[in-house]
């Protein structure tokens, strides 16, 4: 007997946003640089790239943890402060990923939903969102909503629930081993994409099930992540 529409659920995507859809991780790389300073804490670019991903509070306390270094309160909120400040005036720079429109566009088209899950606040988020051109249907989940950001899996198990899917039948798209990991403990099937800047193999030990590219390379490969074009 075949099962029935309602005994199977949809496939349902979830999108981080920065490194994902938009190009806009090395702007943030640059403004916590610059945040750090403001403290007297000079730190390498590569450094902080290691650490995007993460929640604003946890990826200021792993790099405070590498290098041994504390911090007051009033400093915390100072670099959290300068890094908001620093990243608004980088915004004008930040452009969507090749194939980013094509990509929601076609699964719009073959009614597969798909909503945003971000470890940024809206406060940061929104610019980029806006170069998306989201229909206003679209979920938006950010850090602002759920007690908990990357690599905990919070902020995809709320995109889920907005979208009325299982997490555990989403594909999570991300570009960090932080979204890797948060899909891993969501049960989700983590994709990644090499645009945030990661390697293939770091992504693929993080829990990746397949990588790719972009947003246009993803596109190209549809099939191998389970949505029916035909």
Request: charged share 25%.
């Amino acid at each position: 007997m075949e099962p029935s529409e309602t005994q199977t659920s949809r496939l349902a995507f979830v999108f981080d946003l920065d490194g994902t859809l938009v190009d806009s991780v090395y702007q943030h790389v640059l403004a916590w640089r610059e945040a750090f300073q403001a403290v007297g804490i000079e730190l390498a670019v590569w450094r902080i790239h290691r650490q995007i991903g993460m929640s604003g509070g946890l990826l200021l306390h792993a790099l405070l943890r590498e290098i041994g270094r504390s911090v007051t309160q009033d400093e915390v909120e100072r670099i959290q402060r300068r890094h908001a400040e620093a990243y608004a005036r980088q915004v004008g720079s930040i452009r969507p990923l090749p194939g980013v429109r094509e990509l929601l566009d076609t699964l719009s088209q073959h009614d597969v939903p798909f909503a945003i899950a971000t470890s940024g606040r809206m406060e940061s988020a929104g610019k980029a969102l806006t170069l998306l051109n989201l229909d206003a249907r679209v979920p938006v989940v950010t850090r602002d909503q759920v007690l908990h950001a990357k690599p905990d899996p919070d902020v995809f198990i709320a995109a889920a629930r907005r979208l009325g899917v299982p997490v555990n039948h989403c594909v999570v798209v991300g570009d960090s081993v932080w979204d890797m990991l948060a899909a891993r403990r969501a049960w989700a099937l983590g994709v990644g994409l090499l645009s945030g800047g990661y390697g293939q193999d770091e992504l693929e030990r993080a829990g990746a099930y397949r990588v790719y590219q972009d947003p246009a390379d993803l596109l190209r490969h549809l099939d191998e992540v389970g949505v029916r074009l035909a």
